[in-house]
């Protein structure tokens, strides 16, 4: 069977969803027997497309069209179909990103990670919103199948898209790449601390800089906590900004809370595992998320985790994380105090929480993926 991915979420800055591709590509590259996996990328760098594990199964198509030419084709004509920008017709097609593009034959499989700009707009970004709001429901309609990652994303499908059959939605919970199965060791802790200039103990929060992470009522339960606990902790927000809002810069970035409160931008990938594994607690207060990868990414690398108890994320902390409600400031940061306070917690969590991601291997989700590309039935 032939697979065509559209590749392009591997382009430019990685947050979650260009890590989730870069991952199952490489999990994939090692179970396929006879399939084999083409991986669109447009004008891609050398870097970019390092970024797939290329072997005799996988192997990156790069086309190199003027990316305003080639949006303005899609809208207007329809070409060129995903057939062409992969170099050969496809079985199925498959497009981690939400949206697909066009194509003339084959399966069609969509993924979808959240769908937070339906149940919370006032949380999503202007761009993003119009971009999936207007699109998403029809394209979902017209898939064969549509995966996504918990089963609390399943049910917002079936609450918000009042024609979709529920059969055609598949969960594959996310993997957990081996890189982070265990804790990062001292030395490359101290190295990743003397590079970010930690020099004082942290907690940590590790995403991209958006409302529904509810980073502000972080702030505000790490400031009471430093109130109630005497103790020289540092909040390190680690992340790109994005859509978060120029306020909540100002305020983290001002004088007021140098020395409580540093932005550190994105983290290269060869750091996170020292910041995770350096981190006293690492925090997830959001209030809407369709997984949390990084909830994982801290359980594996033997740091204690403190995150809310809605929407996806207990059903993948399990009993392996501290869950708190996320609009309770007081319970935040008396959270907070405990990781500080009682070391019998804090080591309690670090066990729940490695024991837990025993349950999240890569393999599995390439498996099932690759299942579920190989066998959806064909219903356009």
Known sequence: MIIGIDGTCLQGTRTGVGWYLTNLLEAMSHILEEDKVYVWMNNPTPEERDRVFENRFVTVNATHYPLAALKLTWNTLGTPAMDSLIGRPADVYFYPNYLPLPQKQGKKILFVHDLTFLSSPELTSQ????????????????????????????????????????NKIRVIPHGLPDKFRHPASHDKVQSVKEKYKLTKPYFLFLGTLEPRKNLLRLVHSFLLFKQQVQTDHELILAGPKGWIGDDFMHFILSPQLVDKVRWLDYIKEEDLGGLYTGADAFLFPALKEGFGMPLLEAMGSGTPVICSNSTAIPEVVGDGAWMVDPTNVGEWAKAMGRIVIEPSFKDLLREKGHARVSLFQMETTAKQTLAALKMAPQTH
């Open 127 to 166: 761009e993003l919103l119009k971009s999936l709001s207007q699109h998403l429901e029809k394209q979902e309609e017209k898939a064969d199948l549509i995966l996504t990652c918990s089963e609390y994303n399943r049910h917002e499908m079936l609450k918000y898209f009042k024609h979709l059959p529920e």
